[in-house]
């Protein structure tokens, strides 16, 4: 029997709960580089590919060679600004979460493989290690209703509070939780249609308020994760 959320249900213009674990529980993130290096690949594959910027540094020859490199890796990449747009995101040692919407049927498909085997490659070749790093498939689960779009963003924002406590001085670096909380800007993160529900100047009807004041998630158990 299949996993829960492994089969998946893919629809043009769907919004998704994507999540997967380390093999056996692994810890898929041992440092800071590690999280860093997953945030990247989400904005290379998410951030509008300016490729006339990019050859015009490629062209000159003030560009160092390592440079040159990077920039010709990154103009081969499939790009997927117009096919995903990621909602909120967190990074845990041994897991993650990604809120997207999707424009074609098969594009969350080609995103997960892009990115899943771009970060085993390099997870493989800085900790010598050969195999795949994540738990079977990534798990992939429709979005249905108003309800679940805005308790799912807060679950998964919300991560960061049950990993750090209220202080959020830890993970939340690695998280679209401060764009929820407006304290950072990132291109390829768009808080904006869930941030459209609340209030930017009443603090009491504001997303901070209404994450922090939730402390069930039992109408959404059946599109989250049982890690």
Excluded at 53 to 64: Q, R, V, W
Excluded at 118 to 146: H, P, S, W
């Amino acid at each position: 029997m299949p996993s829960r959320n492994r089969v998946k249900q893919y629809l043009e213009n769907g919004y998704y709960h994507i999540y997967n674990r380390g093999v056996e529980k692994r810890l898929i993130f041992l440092d800071e580089q590690d999280y860093s290096v997953f945030q990247s690949y989400l904005r290379d594959y998410l951030m509008p590919k300016d490729e006339k910027a990019l050859m015009k540094k490629l062209s000159d020859p003030n560009t160092f060679y390592k440079d040159k490199d990077k920039i010709l890796k990154l103009l081969r990449l499939k790009n997927f600004s117009q096919e995903i747009t990621l909602l909120a995101y967190c990074l845990m040692p041994n897991h993650f979460h990604l809120l997207v919407k999707q424009t074609d049927a098969k594009s969350i498909d080609k995103f997960m493989r892009s990115l899943a085997t771009r970060y085993t490659m390099y997870f493989n070749q800085k900790y010598k290690r050969v195999g795949n790093l994540c738990q079977d498939i990534y798990k992939a689960v429709l979005v249905n209703t108003e309800e679940q779009f805005l308790y799912l963003s807060a679950y998964i924002n919300s991560q960061v509070l049950a990993s750090q406590g209220p202080t959020l001085q830890g993970y939340e670096r690695y998280s679209s939780y401060p764009e929820y909380l407006r304290k950072r800007q990132t291109a390829w993160v768009h808080p904006e249609e869930i941030l459209s529900f609340f209030s930017a100047t009443n603090p009491n009807l504001s997303y901070k308020s209404f994450i922090e004041k939730i402390n069930d998630f039992s109408n959404i158990q059946q599109i989250t994760v049982d890690l």
